[in-house]
């Protein structure tokens, strides 16, 4: 049995060391487009670019790991095609690799404004160890970062800028940073936090265009910059996946569909992680997640598909975000809610948001609040109901809220 892994970044790398951990003996192909081995993305906008990290510590196993579990890792090589027919993969090298399974793991890739300027080589996106080095060059002291886009990247690199001392401005369409991802109290506490810390933060601008020197906006004012970072949405790198037929979503940020154990359409093609399309039963919804928890959740239900161990429980999905000395931790997805409550003081930096359907909670977005976000998390997963005005009392304990 062989299986070769399309992508070596977090889902991918994460799902061949879970096939050796699970007692795979079959061969495994790992083919990334990337130089480096598997590594972790979330520090890229956090320690790393504060420089508080180094390579070896964003590395998901260390370098000699893949050699050591005859784990054949193929860097700096594109997976070019995909013949399901006779069950192969086309590289850029023109070697070609047969497969008894196929785990597709090839992330997703940052949204381009349709601008003039757009393709300027010195605009910055941040996806990759290479675009974390190129925009970390740039922050010294005094230097202007402008950020296009108020979502988590564009604010984590915010904060790392800031903290690096550059000045920094931040441009956002809506009306509120954080609006397509996260509640209003929510957007409404990171800005002030943001403005607290020297962030110009600067809501409802349209940007028209870039050019030397900064950023034109829609009402031909010039935003000047030394250097331009743009965080505007990800796309689901589904290319491969549509060219060979697998069912895909047509709109919106694209993604293989799957199923509730990693399976495309194709029963010997498996996808996980930023790519899919996927169910969530515990919301009985489906979705593209682009986090962490839902790479490493996907990574083991095509491990354990592929080996025939059982499925575990269907998770909660969650995220986290480290913005100065704040961690924001969400639990659930907040579709199904009717409303929202906040508990705690988000005056005083440690709060949490409730999102509730009926007497349960179905989403929590925790502010410095661990335990909220731990007893949230279970509580969803559990679908129990809670006594709402405990909820909302930050003197009762959040094990004292279940009915
Ligand atoms: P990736 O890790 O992106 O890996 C996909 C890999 O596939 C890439 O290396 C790509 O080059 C390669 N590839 C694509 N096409 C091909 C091909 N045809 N052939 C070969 N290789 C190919 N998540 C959190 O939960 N918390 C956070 O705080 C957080 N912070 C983040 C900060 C940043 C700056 C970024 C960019 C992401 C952050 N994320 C965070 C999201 C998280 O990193 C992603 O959800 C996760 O990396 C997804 O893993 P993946 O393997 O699906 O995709």
Same mark, same amino acid.
């Given at each position: ?241 549509? #060219? $060979? !037929? ?6 919106? =940020? +694209?993604?293989?569909? %799957?199923?509730?154990? @990693? ?83 988000? #005056? $005083? !930096? ?6 509730? =359907? +009926?007497?349960?909670? %179905?989403?929590?977005? @925790? ?37």
């Amino acid at each position: 049995m062989k299986v070769v892994i399309v992508g070596a970044g977090h889902a991918g790398g994460s799902a061949a060391a879970l096939l050796r951990a699970s007692g795979f003996e079959g061969e495994i192909v790992m083919i990334g487009e990337e130089p480096a081995p598997p590594y972790q993305r979330p520090p890229l906008s956090k320690a790393w670019l504060k420089g508080e990290a180094d390579l070896d510590s964003l590395l998901l196993r260390p370098a000699e790991y893949y050699a050591e579990h005859g784990i054949d890792l193929r860097t700096g090589t594109m997976v070019v095609s995909i013949a399901r027919g006779e069950r192969t993969v086309s590289l850029s090298d023109g070697t070609v690799e047969t497969y008894d399974a196929l785990i597709l793991a090839t992330g997703s890739t940052g949204r381009r404004l349709p601008l003039p300027g757009a393709e300027r080589p010195d605009l910055i996106e941040l996806r990759t160890l290479a675009d974390a080095e190129r925009l970390k060059d740039w922050l010294s002291p005094g230097r202007r970062l402008v950020i296009v886009g108020g979502g988590y990247v564009g604010l984590e690199a915010a904060a790392s800028a800031r903290s690096l001392g550059c000045e920094v401005v931040l441009l956002e369409r809506l009306d509120r940073v954080l609006k397509r991802v996260a509640s209003e109290p929510l957007s409404a506490f990171f800005t002030e936090r943001h403005r607290a810390e020297g962030v110009d933060i600067r809501v409802g601008v349209e940007v028209a265009g870039f050019e030397d020197g900064g950023v034109r906006l829609g009402d031909g004012t010039l935003v000047e910059a030394d250097v331009v970072l743009v965080g505007v949405g990800a796309l689901a790198n589904d290319d491969l996946a549509r #060219a $060979a !037929g697998l069912d895909c979503d047509a709109g919106g =940020s +694209g993604g293989i569909r %799957v199923n509730e154990t @990693a399976r495309t359409s194709d029963p010997a093609i498996y996808a996980i992680g930023d790519v899919t399309l996927r169910p969530v039963p515990v919301h009985g919804c489906v979705v593209r997640l682009e986090s962490v928890p839902n790479a490493l959740e996907q990574a083991r239900q095509a491990a354990h598909a592929i080996v025939g161990r059982p499925q575990s429980a269907p998770e909660v999905p969650w995220f986290w975000s480290d913005q100065y000395d704040v961690k924001l931790q969400i639990a659930g997805l907040p579709m199904e809610a009717d409303r929202t409550l906040v508990r705690g003081d988000p #005056a $005083a !930096g440690r709060f949490a948001v409730f999102h509730l =359907s +009926g007497d349960r909670i %179905v989403c929590v977005e @925790a502010v410095s609040a661990p335990p909220e976000f731990m007893a949230g998390k279970q509580l969803i997963q559990r679908r129990t109901p809670v006594d709402v005005a405990k909820l909302a009392d930050p003197a009762v304990s959040m094990k004292a809220v279940a009915v």
